[in-house]
């Protein structure tokens, strides 16, 4: 089993910054990939950013590819997402998920999901 809390969200203007934790519980951190995904109103959850249990580069999706950095501390036991240069298009919940050495790009790969948090960004 694998708990996941997500935190770090907030409310920030256009062009700020934001970077979100995700600790996770369980002994095996280092056997999961680990994502973000993000869900906005009205909209299917999507793929943010990954990376896999293996230990190869991180994967993003296209709109955040420069702007996002995803990076891990299995020794900690943390996912974090660092987001720059953010835009009213981000503004989503954000979602922590694990999968068990496992590399996807789609939600229903990932066994455990965190809570969320809410980003919104101002125009």
């Known amino acids: 089993q694998v708990q996941l809390v997500e935190s770090g969200g907030g409310l920030v203007q256009a062009g700020g910054s934001l970077r979100l934790s995700c600790a996770a519980s369980g002994r095996t951190f280092s056997s999961y990939s680990m994502a973000w995904f993000r869900q906005a109103p009205g909209k299917e959850r999507e793929f943010v950013a990954a990376m896999w249990w293996s230990g190869s580069d991180a994967e993003y999706r296209n709109s955040v590819k420069g702007r996002f950095i995803i990076s891990r501390d299995n020794a900690k036991k943390t996912v974090y997402l660092q987001m720059d240069s953010l835009n009213p298009e981000d503004t989503a919940v954000y979602y922590c998920?694990?999968?068990?050495?496992?590399?996807?790009?789609?939600?229903?790969?990932?066994?455990?999901w965190g809570q969320g948090t809410q980003v919104t960004v101002s125009s």
């Open positions: 998920a694990a999968a068990y050495k496992a590399a996807a790009y789609i939600s229903a790969a990932y066994n455990y």
